[in-house]
């Protein structure tokens, strides 16, 4: 390729991109944002936290159905019936054009059973009954029974520590806390990514700038050579090297207007919501200030702190509690069944004498005892008590024995994951801090790492100015000065971005931007 033909496409490259300059800020107007704003809108329309907070929602709902075993349980029935039973009994007090005679019943109860948190089961009941019969033999007609009773059933061995009903509580309340640990991880996650986004978006405009200025200094320098190629003291071939060194700095001033683009995009995905049509098309400029005041790390009062705060331990820690309870119900069906049983029931009888029966005294056929039974049967109450124990057991059992096992070394595998994120906590906290550190020192040595290329750079153009320098010097010099620059913009943005995966680390980083959750959530 000749040089007429390379220049050729130098001054095409070059009018692109000085159309393209303006077209990168025609989307929208530019909105400036804080972190805090940003942080904010994260809350409110983060689809990721909806989702979080939905799961929470329901696992609470999940613990209030659960619960529900212990609630009242009310039954009512009532019924009627009638019949012609034929009867070929001496006793039946049937005349032969009585062989069947008509009988109708009416009766109807009402029940209250309660489960008790001790596994036993408590039971209230009462009924009542309307008897009607033709028949000679019944002594009223109708007659009215009544029942009023209470019973308590009280496991001794199995389900007296744990039974289905408490198992699903428990499991219920640990998968609560387990989606409430979800919660704040993605939330702590979410507000860290965001602050990653924004310090990123900040070093990107800041490039840009910096980027911006390279290219003002490539120009100056191409106006220089071009008037001492004008007057005679360089040759022409001078200008080359300035100009190609423009068009690079402007190549790269459109890659970093491209990185701003996309790093605002990447920001915009996570605080603004699909129907956000206007922020959507601004272009989103940072409020904050990228300066920092470096401060010690305190390592150890940062592990202590993760290893209380992080909610990713109360996820698994959650999960070891869910698997001791399947555990601890897996162990209580080892155990025989023995229920300790306690009634109480009253009874009552009253009625009007059946006309179609026999008169007093009573039939000859009956003896003294029956006539003394029926008689306090129709003139009031009585009662019964029972007290009893019942047992029973599966021979052998192998099956529960099984379950019990595969239970225990179900909770074994919880409780190592457990340890093993603990281990990974330390280790994030110690990369951390040590990526705060580092951050922090970078910053010092960058800020003289840019004052120094800024001295070599103002003393290069001092001895162009007199002749005893070139233009490849004074170039090298500008591009070291950039770098500088950009150096010093990366380690301040990079030691905000630590300071906040440190807090991440640590827990503390949601308290950290003052953001606190309703404490019902911890139970």
Partial sequence: MNPRTLRGIVVLAALLATLALPAARAFGAERRLTLDEAINLALQKNEGLLIERESLAAAKANVSGASGAYDPVAELDGGWSRSNEPLNSSASGTTPDQIAPESSSAEGGVALHQLLPTGGALSLRARGARDKTEGTFARFSPAYSTRVGVELRQPLLRDRAIDGARLSVRVAKADRRQADASFRRTLSETVAAVEQAYWALTAARLGVAVREEAVRLAEEQLGQTRTRVETGAVPGTEIAQPRAELERRRSELLAARETVARADNTLKLLILEDTDESMWLSETAPADSAAVEVVPVDVAASLQRALSARPELGAVQAVVDRRRAETAFARNGVWPALDAVASYDRFGLAGSRNPAGPSDPLPANLDGSLAQSFQTLGDGDFDAARVALVLSFPIRNRTARAEAAVARHVER????????????????????????????????????????????????????????????????RQNDFSRARLDEISARTDYQTARAELSRATGSLIEDHGIYLDSSNQQ
Avoid: P, W
């Fill in 413 to 476: 595998q919880a409780e190592a994951d457990l340890v093993r994120v603990r281990k990974a906590i330390r280790a994030e906290v110690l990369d951390a801090a040590s990526a705060l550190e580092t951050a922090g020192q970078r910053i010092e040595s960058s800020r003289a790492g840019r004052e120094a290329a800024e001295v070599q750079l103002s003393a290069e153009r001092d001895r162009y100015a007199t002749g005893l320098s070139t233009n490849f010097l004074v170039l090298t």
